[in-house]
Every structure is written in C-alpha cells, then in structure tokens.
C-alpha cells in the first residue's frame, strides 16, 4: 500500500462546482503539503501544514482552502471549480523540525479537469 | 529574488549518451538543493540531495550531482543513459530563511532514443 494516499485519482467536474481532493499518510509525519503540477510551470505550493493546528498558504492559495483532520489527513477543496484549475495535484509529506532535510514523499497525484 | 532556474525544458540523448540536465538558482546564500524524478503516472521521489556537505553527490539509479557555488549551479549528469531513465526531473531548492519550503524549478523532460 502506498505510504501517501491521495483519492480520488482521476475527476472531471463543471465550473462552479464544489470538489475536495484527499490525502491520507501512514508515514507519520508531521507535514503535509499540496502542490499543483501544470506543464511548463512545474509544482507550485498551494497550501502547506507542519502540524494539525498550523494551516499556512502558498504561492498560489487563492481559489482553494485545506483542512488538516488529523496528523494523517490533508484535505484540499475548490469552493467554485474554474476551467483554469484544471491541474495534476500532489499531496506530499515530511519529518517536521531537525528531521527535515528536504525530502518530501509524494502521493501519485489527483488529476482534476474542470469543464 | 530567489529563484531556481532549469534550461530546457525537453532533453532528448541516445541510450548510452552522456545525460546532462542544468539547474541554476539566484541566492547570496548556498541553499539546500535537491533532484526529484518524476516517472510516468506517478509522483516524485527524491534523486539526490546537497546539504553543504560533499559537492559532489551520488544519488539512485548512477545519477550524480555537483554543486558549484562559483556557478550557482547543480547540474545534474549520468555518465551513459539507459530507456528506463525516461522520465521528468526537477531541480528543487530549500532556500536559507524560506521557511522548510522548497521551490520547484519547471522541469525537464528527459527522452532516451534507442
């Protein structure tokens, strides 16, 4: 099973319509992260959370809000759905505090068109 | 501003061929570099890292990685590629006073010819 779990894997959906992507971790980490992946741009941070009660944005937040439920969920949601959300969406995870070395662990990524 | 740059965005060598993919960043401070490969239908997975330790890093599958700060650079170099090297990399930067953030370069998309 994989370590980070990100569901749903594929989704289409119209413009204005609410959508929550899920991330799920069983590597106990402290840190969570959700990146969008768009060609040519590369992945940009949306929203980061070292612990459940610390929620910070991103470069590019506007548009999506989070939830942190637990240590091991992240949860990232699209109020009103636009066509330029269109995107590849990564969770990812880290060791919090001196464990950090720069190594995020990454789902396998939720493909999201908006229509 | 802090930024990291890769040029080219689509590489493309023979099987056997020397693999070299650039990544410069803009820093006064040597930051904390990284290569993460991303293979087809999957998320990324870290190649190989720099933390002021060693210049030269090694990482999986023969890839290597120097790092010059005269040049700000960390290129990224196989000696003799192979199909199964296919795939996106990206340079990553944990810049000093950036909070435990990286920053993604754009990619390059790495093509192996027969």
């Known amino acids: 099973d994989a370590d980070v779990t990100q569901t749903p894997r594929n989704r289409i959906t119209k413009t204005g319509k609410r959508i929550m992507l899920e991330c799920s971790q069983t590597k106990g980490h402290d840190r969570m992260y959700w990146y969008r992946q768009d060609p040519g741009l590369g992945l940009r941070l949306i929203y980061y959370s070292f612990d459940v009660k610390d929620i910070n944005k991103g470069e590019i937040s506007d548009g999506y809000s989070v939830s942190r439920q637990a240590q091991a969920k992240f949860s990232l949601s699209l109020e009103s759905a636009i066509p330029n959300q269109t995107a590849l969406y990564f969770c990812?995870?880290?060791?919090?505090?001196?464990?950090?070395?720069?190594?995020?662990?990454f789902g396998e990524g939720s493909r999201l068109t908006v229509l | 501003a802090q930024s990291v740059t890769q040029l080219g965005s689509h590489v493309s060598v023979s099987e056997g061929a020397l693999v070299l993919l650039r990544c410069n960043y803009s820093s006064s401070v040597p930051p904390y570099l990284f290569w993460y490969v991303q293979y087809p239908n999957q998320g990324l997975q870290l190649l190989l890292k720099y933390t002021s330790a060693a210049t030269l890093v090694k990482g999986i599958n023969g890839f290597e990685a120097e790092f010059k700060k005269s040049e700000t650079s960390f290129h990224l170099t196989k000696p003799s590629a192979h199909m199964s090297d296919a795939a996106e990399y990206f340079c990553?930067?944990?810049?000093?006073?950036?909070?435990?953030?990286?920053?993604f370069g754009t990619g390059t998309q790495l093509k192996v010819e027969l």
């Open positions: 990553a930067v944990r810049f000093t006073g950036g909070g435990n953030k990286l920053t």
């Open positions: 990812a995870t880290s060791r919090g505090g001196q464990g950090f070395t720069g190594e995020l662990f």
